[in-house]
């Protein structure tokens, strides 16, 4: 409303939203993937990483580091605070 009201030449504002479960692309697949292996370490029973549940960033990396099951696996850059 600010924007038709306060910038000339604007006369409309047309907002889209894409409808929920009708968009795929290729970071669909990555996280969709990530999220199976992140199932996965959870169920296992006697893993160290089951004993743990994923609270820190840090607990992210082997994860996803593991989620690809063929092909090069998803690189992971580790950042560290100042």
Do not use: C
């Not at 504002?13 to 968009?23: E, L, Q, R």
């Not at 992140?38 to 549940?53: I, Y």
């Not at 609270?55 to 994860?63: K, N």
Request: aromatic share 6%; proline share 5%; no cysteine.
């Amino acid at each position: 409303m600010y924007g038709v009201s306060s910038i000339e030449g604007i006369e409309s504002i047309t907002v889209k939203y894409f409808v929920v479960g009708h968009s795929q692309n290729e970071n669909d697949s990555v996280h969709a993937t990530i999220l199976r292996e992140k199932e996965r370490v959870l169920r296992v029973k006697g893993n160290k990483e089951a004993d743990t549940p994923i609270a820190q960033p840090h607990h992210w990396v082997p994860i996803i580091r593991l989620a690809k099951k063929s092909g090069k696996p998803y690189g992971v850059i580790e950042m560290d605070t100042i």
